[in-house]
Structure formats: C-alpha cells, structure tokens
C-alpha cells in the first residue's frame, strides 16, 4: 500500500523573519512546504517596500531550497481594506485596517490563490496557537509580548481550520536565534512596524494625501478654546502628540490628550493628565461580532470573560451580555483608557480567543460630564 503523501502547506513569505522560521519550523516537521509572496500595496515613493520585501522572500525561499509563489492582491486589498479604511475616517471613527487585512485578505484572497495552488494547509509567521481537533480553535502564543489574537479574532472560522501557525510555541529571541543558526540571510532584518500602506512615513503625513478634514477649534474641558484643528480625521481618543497646544499661564503643566470629538460642533474636545477621568470609561458596546467557535452559551444572560480593546493590552476581566441589534454590552471591572470607536473589542476566556466586534460607543466619561451640546464620538 502506498505510503500516504505528505501534507503541502503554503506559507506567506513576506521576507521578515518570522515567516520565514515558521517555513523553517513546518520543513523540520516533516511538510512539503512552499511559499507565497503576496503584493498589497504599491506606491512609488521611498516609504514603499516592497521591492525589498519580495527580493528578501525570493533570499529565504533559495535558503530553504523551497519554490516560492508570487502573487499581487493590491486590487482586492483596495476593495476590501483601503476603501473602507477611507470611509471610516470620514465617519470620525478610527479603523485598525489590520484586522480587516487578515480576515479579507491573508486569509481570505491568499487562502483561496494557495487552495488552487494544491495547499491543505496554509501557514503564517503571526504569533498565536491553533488547534484543529475535532474543531479549530484559537489561543494565546507563548510569547505575550507579541502575541497576534487580537489582529486574528475576525478570521474566518473555515480559515482557521485550514491554518498552522508554526511560531505560536516560540518566543521572538528563539525565533532570531533559529534564523541565525540556519543562516537565514534575513535573521537580523528589522520588524516591519504600522500599516502595510502606510510604511514608515509621518501617518498624517500619509492621510493629508487621501483625507480631507475641516480645521475646527480645540476646546479644553470647560469648553474653552485653546487652540485650533487641522480636521477631526487626522486625530485619535488618547492622541497626546501633534495637539500643538504647549503650556498655558491658565493650566497646569501636564500633557494634554484627546478625550472626544465634537462631530457636529467640528470640535477636538482635550483634557490635561493621562488618567483624566474624562478618558476613562468603564462599558462600552461593540457590533458586527464575529465568533470563531460560535457565539458562547449564556451570553444572553451575561457571561464573565476577559478583553482587550487594543493590541498588546493586557486581557482585563469583563461581564458581557448580548443585547438586540446583535451588539454586546460590556462592563469592565476597571476602567478602560480611551476605548475608540471603530477600533475592536476582543474576548477571551482563559487563553482561548473567542472572537470580538468593532467599539461602537463607550460609556459615560467617569466623574465628569462634557460641556452642554457636545455630540461626541
């Protein structure tokens, strides 16, 4: 009887390092293994990398003696993540075009160009444990620094039965140091950092050139005007940097931060001291969830789990019940810095990654109200 063939997994080779140990790792375990450089994004200007990127995978994949695939999804990226990124900020909200790029992209467009390509399995460099007995799951990696369930908690429940996640056991120094010892010309390559499309440029520099916003007054917390906008797109809730309003003879000498956006009023609405009581919220609700296992049993009545509503946040235990429209409520029992809308709320219990939704608005700001007439988001 003829011995069973091996399983083929197509790993994304992006030229980093982390993808390519995790080809590395999939190799050592015995796979037949190819890789598959996808192009998202093309720009013509010194922030655009990926030139470099695809002559590094082209490097990795000749290291590892595998035959690397190519393939450009600057089309669909635009369709998919870029547009709706654009119409996010229009609506005075703040996208993370991240997450929508692995659901639509990484493991959407990418999985199905690697299905026809002859694939069982599909692997990524990303930092996360998935099991796939009997049904996949998604957990926590072991390194909790960089750990990536937050970016993966919208993907595709079939997706992720399809996926392998080589490095989800590792630490970032291991990783470096497998790298090193196999002589990967790209073990010492720097991480890439922020948005594929966005590279390494000053990002309102990025968005003067595709959003346009309508300069507005800066009011401080009694409502008075202390300084003057460039548009309610090009700032964030919790943004310190870029306020342009320096010290004042009638304030105290703390950093300001960005508590609201007026929206009908075309107001930034700031506050002095990182833990202002008006940039603390304790609940929030969250829409458009996408479960990776099945909407948990009892949410109807109320569930207690963890969250986070950013990348790299430490989960924080919360009670979350389900409410009509097929949004969540959520009370958190401490107070959440800053919960931004059109960011994302994602759940846990224990090390498993349930799933999440997009913040749609958060509660009362803690010990204070704003000032009369405030629209806010």
């Given at each position: ?18 993808s ?65 990124f ?74 992720l ?45 990025f968005?003067?050139?595709?959003v ?23 700032y ?32 930034l ?20 969830l996408r479960?990776?296992a ?84």
């Amino acid at each position: 009887m003829a011995e069973a063939p091996q399983k083929l997994v197509i790993v994304g080779l992006s030229g980093g390092v982390d993808s390519a140990v995790a080809a590395l790792c999939l190799l050592r375990e015995g796979y037949r293994v190819r890789g598959l450089h996808m192009t998202n994004w093309e720009d013509a200007n010194e922030y655009c990398t990926a030139g470099t990127d695809l002559a590094d995978a082209r490097r990795v994949a000749a290291d590892l003696g595998i035959p690397l695939h190519e393939a450009n999804f600057s089309r669909q990226y635009r369709a998919a993540v870029f547009e709706d990124f654009l119409r996010e900020l229009g609506a005075g909200r703040t996208p993370n075009p991240d997450v929508a790029c692995n659901r639509h992209i990484k493991f959407g467009v990418f999985l199905e160009h690697a299905t026809r390509l002859g694939a069982d399995f599909i692997a990524t460099g990303h930092y996360a444990r998935v099991t796939h007995d009997p049904e996949p799951r998604l957990f926590r990696s072991s390194d909790r620094d960089k750990d990536q369930t937050y970016f993966l908690h919208s993907i595709e429940r079939a997706a992720l039965a399809r996926t392998l996640f080589p490095l989800g056991a590792l630490e970032k120094h291991a990783v470096r140091r497998l790298a090193r010892e196999y002589g990967l010309a790209n073990h010492a390559k720097k991480d890439s950092t922020g948005i594929c499309f966005v590279g390494e440029r000053p990002f309102r520099q990025f968005l003067a050139e595709h959003v346009s916003g309508k300069s507005g007054p800066i009011l401080n917390s009694a409502g008075q005007k202390v300084g003057e906008h460039i548009g309610l797109p090009f700032y964030t809730l919790g943004q310190r940097e870029g306020l342009k309003v320096g010290g004042r003879n009638d304030s105290l000498q703390s950093p300001w931060f960005v508590a609201a956006k007026d929206l009908a009023g075309n107001a930034l609405i700031i506050v002095q001291g990182r833990d202002h009581p008006w940039l603390l919220r304790q609940e929030l609700r969250a829409g458009e969830l996408r479960w990776l296992a099945g909407e948990p049993a009892g949410l109807d009545t109320g569930l207690e789990l963890h969250a986070r509503i950013r990348h790299r946040q430490l989960p924080t235990r919360c009670h979350v019940r389900s409410v009509p429209g097929g949004q969540i409520e959520v009370v958190f029992a401490m107070a959440q810095r800053t919960p931004t809308p059109g960011q994302y709320l994602v759940l846990y219990r224990g090390e498993e990654c349930l799933g999440g939704g997009v913040i749609l608005e958060s509660g009362e700001m803690q010990a204070a109200a704003l000032p009369a007439n405030l629209a806010t988001a």
